[in-house]
């Protein structure tokens, strides 16, 4: 049975970072492509990162670009999401999932259309 847990999520300052960990069972990490999406209330779900199983191809929603970094270690099947310079507009509950998604770029752009396995999520707050 494929399961995936989330943690590393809390309360965290303006400029501050958190990296969040979404550790993987019943499935090899590396053939499947695997993403971060988040959702604020009251707005839908957005793709924030994805890894592409299939060419190898890493991409970011535009408003994260050059301060979210997504990393993958397979021998540990755990994808990170390092956080930094973190803002109000950050906060969410960030979902990691995995799926036959072939493309990173359409992973985040379809916000998790295609994903097939999710995990239950971690509350991302960015407060002072």
């Known amino acids: 049975q494929v399961q995936l847990v989330e943690s590393g999520g809390g309360l965290v300052q303006p400029g501050g970072s958190l990296r969040l960990s979404c550790a993987g069972s019943?499935?090899?990490?590396?053939?499947?492509?695997i993403g971060w999406f988040r959702q604020a209330p009251g707005k839908e779900r957005e793709g924030v990162s994805c890894?592409?199983?299939?060419?190898?191809?890493?991409a970011y929603a535009d408003s994260v670009k050059g301060r979210f970094t997504i990393e993958r270690d397979n021998a540990k099947n755990t994808v990170y999401l390092q956080m930094n310079s973190l803002k109000a507009e950050d906060t969410a509950v960030y979902y990691c999932?995995?799926?036959?998604?072939?493309?990173?770029?359409?992973?985040?752009?379809?916000?998790?259309?295609?994903?097939?396995?999710w995990g239950e999520g971690t509350l991302v707050t960015v407060s002072s």
């Open positions: 890894i592409s199983n299939h060419d190898g191809s890493i």
């Open positions: 019943g499935f090899t990490a590396d053939v499947r492509t």
């Open positions: 999932a995995t799926g036959p998604v072939p493309f990173a770029a359409m992973c985040v752009r379809t916000g998790g259309y295609g994903m097939d396995y």
